[in-house]
């Protein structure tokens, strides 16, 4: 029987590493679409001159 016990480690340990593996392989879907345009605009407003009075 201990020797059952002793053979169930490994094997549970392996099953496990499957499951950690496929988790850390899945395809995530990533929402940078928003962040991009708001940098997009940031850069677009950084290039522009600026309109108004340079006396400040």
Excluded: C
Excluded at 9 to 19: C, E, K, L, Q, S
Excluded at 23 to 40: I, S, V
């Amino acid at each position: 029987m201990a020797a059952l016990l002793w053979l169930l480690i490994p094997v549970a340990a392996a099953g496990i590493a499957v499951v950690y593996a496929s988790w850390a392989t899945r395809n995530r879907k990533t929402g940078d679409g928003a962040e991009l345009a708001g940098y997009e605009r940031f850069r677009e407003a950084m290039q522009r001159t600026h309109s108004g009075s340079d006396a400040l």
